[in-house]
């Protein structure tokens, strides 16, 4: 049976990969197979191409050469690591992926959708997850959370670009509702964790643990 693929979305701030990293070890304890990611990077060169996106020397950067950047990664991710461990059956956790360039570099830097989408046919054939899960936080309280952890080139962006930010993800949302599972990431941490598992729940429920592990 094909894998499932799953992406945590969220702003800056919102708590996404400390719940990816808690799913992990519950699909762990379960034995099932899986591979927990991240975007950009995921493979060798595409954590190169990582750094340079996340260079503070890239400040001047234009949104569309941010927009190519994104999809190279993407495209190499894909085809060495996502599409292999779906095609083995594994969940794959990936700590964002389209989504966030429709956010980031639509919302946030003004790159057309349209222009977004040909990119996206173009590097991934428009591929989308089976499920996204979207930790949502207001901008300002996830702009107080950066201001304790954040330090890359984009953690530093301002308010009012996380405010664009944060209604791209919610026009996303509102575009394809089925895909998507909204969290609220105000609440708790462990209620946070509850919530997660909960919105989880139906497609986890179809995976069986990974007999070949450990033989
Ligand atoms: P992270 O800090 O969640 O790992 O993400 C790295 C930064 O990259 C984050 O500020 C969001 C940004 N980003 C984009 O601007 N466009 C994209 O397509 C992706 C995947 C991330």
């Known amino acids: 049976m094909a894998g499932r693929f799953i992406t945590?979305?969220?702003?800056?701030?919102?708590?996404?990969?400390?719940?990816?990293e808690?799913?992990?070890?519950?699909?762990?304890?379960?034995?099932v197979s899986h591979v927990v990611t991240r975007e950009p990077g995921g493979t060798p060169f595409a954590d190169l191409l990582r750094e340079l996106f996340l260079r503070r020397e890239a400040a001047q950067v234009d949104g569309v050469v941010e927009l190519m950047l994104v999809f190279a990664s993407r495209r190499q991710h894909l085809i060495e690591v996502i599409?292999?461990?779906?095609a083995s059956g594994a969940v794959v956790l990936c700590d964002r992926f389209t989504d966030s360039t429709y956010a980031y570099q639509g919302g946030g830097r003004g790159v057309q959708p349209e222009l977004i989408a040909k990119?996206?046919?173009l590097a991934t054939g428009c591929r989308a997850p089976?499920?996204?899960l979207f930790f949502d936080l207001p901008p300002e309280e996830a702009?107080?959370?950066r201001r304790r952890h954040g330090t890359d080139r984009i953690d530093r962006e301002s308010l009012s670009f996380y405010r664009r930010v944060h209604a791209a993800f919610r026009e996303r949302i509102a575009g394809e509702p089925d895909r998507f599972r909204l969290i609220d990431a105000s609440a708790p941490i462990e209620t946070v964790a509850e919530t997660v598992e909960e919105a989880l729940s139906d497609l986890l429920a179809q995976l069986q643990p990974d007999r070949s592990a450990g033989a």
């Open 130 to 132: 089976d499920c996204t």
């Open 143 to 145: 702009q107080r959370r």
């Open 8 to 20: 945590f979305e969220g702003l800056d701030g919102s708590g996404k990969s400390t719940q990816l």
């Open 83 to 86: 599409e292999p461990a779906l």
């Open 119 to 121: 990119a996206d046919r």
């Open 22 to 31: 808690r799913v992990a070890q519950r699909l762990e304890a379960r034995g």
